[in-house]
Each structure stands twice: as structure tokens, then as C-alpha cells.
């Protein structure tokens, strides 16, 4: 790695700790994804392929937090070899929900480590496979269902859904948002809550598109922030967004311009703000995990508490 940042422009500079170094924290994975930093003091993150959630510490110890994640059961006859969980998050009573791909649904892994469905389908069909969510400081979860957990990455229209949507799931209720792509992916909100991103990683949608939502989470208008494919993608304190793409980090600015690009050897699948202090931004690749520390970053614990974040004072050992 040549670089550890590619600044376009100077004001990105402040967004890094000067002289920030990408420290590998684990690898060996077969399809990281979908990390989220826990306020009790670990990350946890999804291996798509492997089926599990892990959970790893900062002294470089890894637990398997689930096995099985994305479903006990799996009928590889209509399934991709992508059937474990993907996007994680937590709810606003603390309890972690999760994208799963072989179960086609929203699931939750509560404190007594009990996992259950919480939506399953839309309009009497199955979920193609829930890729990634993010959730409403009101308890509402948005999330994204393209068909990458599907035989092929294809829809399977006589069995699952008709298209790839984003939704909405509140009050025991799914809502269908946007049929705007084909495979939507990455999945966040502006910090205030009243713009909803997604992005797509396929090569024929290279576009990142912003929903302006009523106070209820409907959709009232939409626009196209930027013209690249992302996988994951965050908001920081100022409203910039972090995308994972095949080249690294991209860093956009509210207006939609390109200010860094942090370069990785592999392409980067997500990313979550987080660590004891809040300062470091970790990234999933297909193989590994890393992190690098901020300045500015993004409280990812609880929903209810959307509070800018204090300057870094921890180091990554």
C-alpha cells in the first residue's frame, strides 16, 4: 500500500489523524461483512459465506457470536453460496438485528442470545435476501433486498420478490419504499435523519441516491448524491459519507464531492465508526478487517443517542 490516504482535497485532511496508519486487526475470513461497533467494547461483523457472526476485541481475540447466522437450515436448490447474515445493527433496546440471507428476513439476537424472525415478507412472498439495514432513532429498520443471496444473484420471481426493494419495518409492519434498483446495497441515514442513502455495487447502477423522508419515514422526494458504486456505506458527525468500494474508502462530501479515498488490496465490503473512544473507522474486506483512526466519527451504538463525538485519544495497538 503506497498511500495511507489519497487526499482531493485539503479539508479531508482534518477528518485523520495526522500520519493515521490502516492497521490489519484479523483475516482469513471468507466474506467479512457488515461490522458494527458494540458499546460494551468489541466489533462485531457477518462472514456471508461462512454463516457466522464474530465478535473481535481489540487484543486481537475472535469469538464466534453465532453460528449459523443466516438460517439453521438451507436449501442450496434456490441459494447462492451467500447464505449467512450480512448487515448488523442495533436496536434501540440494544439488542442485535441482522440481515439474513438464506432465511430471506430481518432477524434479532437478543441478550439471551435467542434468535428470532422479525419480517419475513412482503406482500405474501419470501425476501430475496437482506443485505444490509439501519436503524430509525424512533425503532423503525430500513434495509435493502437485492438478490445476491439467490441461486445465480438473480431474482426468482415465482418464488421471492418481483423486484429488489429497500423498505421499511415499524410497528410490525413492512412498507415498500423504492423499487429504484436492481441490486441495492449499502444503507444509511443523514444525521438527522432525514435522508435516507443507498447505494448499489453493480457495474450497471454506479450511483449513490439520496431519499428526503417525511417525519414517518416515507419517501416525498429522491436525487442521485453520486455517480460510484458502493457496497457499505456510512455518515460522519458532518454529514460526509464513507462509501466501501473496489478501490478503498471513498470519502463524499455533503454536496456530493469526492475529498479522500483511503486505498486498500482488496476490495472494501463495509465500514462502521467505533472503539473505546469512538476515533476509529473500521473497514470489512472480503478477507480481513482494519481500522484507522478519525477524528470525526459517527456514534453507531444506540439509535437514541446521536451525539457528535469527542476527539480521538485512543490508539490502535
Known sequence: MKETIIFYEQRAANFFKQKATLKRLATGFQFAEGPLWHPKGYLLFSDVK???????????????????????????????????????ALDINGDLVFCQHANHSIAKLNHGKDVFKLCTSYNGRPFNSPNDLVVKSDGAIFFTDPPYGLKKEVLNPGIFQPHSGVYKFHNNEVCLLSVDFNYPNGICFSRDERYLFVGSNHPDEKRIVKFALSSKGSVMSKQIFAHVNADGIKTDIFDNLYAATDKGILVIAPEGKQLALIPLTEPATNITFGGPDHNLLFITTYHSIYAIEINIARQELLPVKRNPLPLPTTSIV
Not at 68 to 78: I, L, M, P, T
Open 50 to 88: 461462512a454463516n457466522r457472526i464474530f465478535q473481535l476485541f481489540l487484543n486481537g481475540v475472535i469469538h464466534v457470536l453465532c453460528e449459523r447466522s443466516g438460517s439453521q437450515y438451507v436449501n442450496s436448490k434456490y441459494l447462492s453460496e451467500m447464505i449467512g447474515s450480512n448487515g448488523l
